[in-house]
């Protein structure tokens, strides 16, 4: 079974700064997909970056980005120019490139944007 | 275009009830999964349903149960409610439920089971 890993439960950083969040996964797959979403607080879960697997340039969504270390099977979200609005919860997930929608989440990390 | 709708969005039920949630998804999209989330476990698959059929389920009890409609919304079904079930029941829509299609998630419901 595949497992996702977010080793960091809370981050926080100073308004403009940039801060990395981590996720490592566990798969014996090699199609899939990986994703970050947030979810701020009392709102809903929306989609942040999405990465194939077998894509080696790492995806980027305006400030948000990712490293994608396929061997390392590491998925790591790098946040620049953090604004207050990207205070949230993240969770980094993944998805089996076979079949079925289901999506497995990390614990998630609580990000704080200090002003 | 609307987004996943949920409803209701708060519920409060007592043990041993049954309790029936709804979500409808984007216009169009034919795929919706249902998970879990609670600050013990996290977020934790449910199941999938597509063209009305469950297409994965995930490790849970058989009092927990869903359908979908031909319009593809889809209900949730949790009988003898215990008070584990407390949590926040989230659903999420895709287009065809390929693996290319990304999920959109609703508000999701919150069920305080006491």
């Known amino acids: 079974a595949q497992t996702v890993t977010q080793s960091q439960p809370e981050m926080s950083v100073q308004e403009a700064e940039t801060v990395t969040l981590s996720c490592t996964y566990d798969t014996s797959e090699s199609d899939y997909y990986l994703f970050w979403y947030k979810q701020p607080p009392s709102r809903q879960m929306i989609l942040v970056i999405r990465q194939e697997a077998y894509k080696q340039q790492n995806a980027t969504e305006n400030r948000f980005s990712v490293n994608f270390q396929k061997a390392a099977k590491s998925f790591s979200l790098k946040i620049s120019d953090s604004q207050l609005g990207d205070a949230a919860m993240y969770f980094c997930?993944?998805?089996?490139?076979?079949?079925?929608?289901?999506?497995?989440f990390g614990q998630g990390t609580r990000l704080t944007i200090n002003p | 275009k609307a987004g996943v709708t949920q409803t209701p969005r708060y519920l409060i039920k007592t043990r041993g009830q049954q309790v029936t949630l709804s979500c409808s998804p984007i216009?169009?999209?034919?795929?919706v999964s249902w998970y879990q989330q609670t600050p013990g476990q996290g977020l934790q698959f449910l199941f999938e349903y597509f063209s009305e059929t469950q297409r994965n389920k995930g490790n849970f009890p058989g009092r927990f149960s869903g359908r979908q409609f031909s319009n593809s919304r889809s209900e949730m079904n949790v009988s003898t409610l215990e008070l584990g079930d407390s949590a926040l029941y989230l659903c999420?829509?895709?287009?065809?439920?390929?693996?290319?299609?990304?999920?959109?998630f609703g508000p999701g419901t919150r069920l305080t089971v006491l």
């Open positions: 999420a829509s895709s287009l065809a439920g390929r693996n290319t299609d990304t999920q959109y």
């Open positions: 216009s169009g999209h034919r795929s």
């Open positions: 997930a993944y998805r089996s490139g076979q079949g079925a929608q289901k999506l497995v």
